[in-house]
T-cell receptor, first 116, second 113 residues
Framework: NAGVTQTPKFRVLKTGQSMTLLCAQD?????MYWYRQDPGMGLRLIHY???????AKGEVPDGYNVSRLKKQNFLLGLESAAPSQTSVYFC???????????????FGPGTRLTVT | AQRVTQPEKLLSVFKGAPVELKCNYS??????LFWYVQYSRQRLQLLLR??SRESIKGFTADLNKGETSFHLKKPFAQEEDSAMYYC???????????????FGKGTLLTVNP
């Protein structure tokens, strides 16, 4: 099992450019999440999905869009990148919390994005 | 609203000393609390969850509902414990439907030799 993987690992964008970050998981998890990690701010939830074809806004959704066309993939898009979006982006996945399992989110390795 | 407060951004101790990383939370329902750890250049991983009442790598955390705290403790710190530690609170959103984790801002623990 690869677990949660993210593509790409690093990227540098110019202001106004667009890009898509791909998250993939092979654990058959229903829930998937996108976070950004900034110094002194911790992890902040951007968007999440509770199942294929569904998405919902998190704490800091502005400037981002997401799609969950397949259960195993969760895409994060930046339509017009801004320097404020320079960050490390983490994807995570989990089983539904409603299942009688100990809840745990599994994280990807992160994508380091710089917007100049 | 869910809120997690980790009052210390940085914590530095010497090897063999006790360590306590503080976490306080605010939540109107029944809380589920977790500690996640991120070692240098690695992904975040779950360290322990309150519901399991477990000890992982010598760390323990007790949920104190009266003080709304979930502090992480270890009696004798080791150099390999140096990492970023995040406290997280699990709960449903204001609409009562979707479950999510709210993370604190993290505490960077450095264990000096």
């Amino acid at each position: 099992n690869a677990g949660v993987t993210q593509t790409p690992k690093f990227r540098v964008l110019k202001t106004g450019q667009s890009m898509t970050l791909l998250c993939a998981q092979d654990m058959n998890h229903e829930y998937m999440y996108w976070y950004r990690q900034d110094p002194g701010m911790g992890l902040r939830l951007i968007h999440y999905s509770v199942g294929e074809g569904t998405t919902a806004k998190g704490e800091v959704p502005d400037g981002y869009n997401v799609s969950r066309l397949k259960k195993q993939n969760f895409l994060l898009g930046l339509e017009s990148a801004a320097p404020s979006q320079t960050s490390v982006y983490f994807c995570a996945s989990s089983y539904s919390p409603r299942l009688a399992l100990p809840y745990e989110q599994y994280f990807g390795p992160g994508t380091r994005l710089t917007v100049t | 609203a869910q809120r997690v407060t980790q009052p210390e951004k940085l914590l530095s101790v010497f090897k063999g000393a006790p360590v306590e990383l503080k976490c306080n939370y605010s939540y109107s329902g029944s809380p589920e609390l977790f500690w996640y750890v991120q070692y240098s250049r690695q992904r975040l991983q779950l360290l322990l969850r309150h519901i399991s009442r477990e000890s992982i790598k010598g760390f323990t955390a007790d949920l104190n509902k009266g003080e709304t705290s979930f502090h992480l403790k270890k009696p004798f710190a080791q150099e390999e414990d140096s990492a970023m530690y995040y406290c997280a609170l699990g709960g449903v959103n204001s609409g009562g439907s979707n479950y999510k984790l709210t993370f604190g801002k993290g505490t960077l623990l450095t264990v000096n030799p």
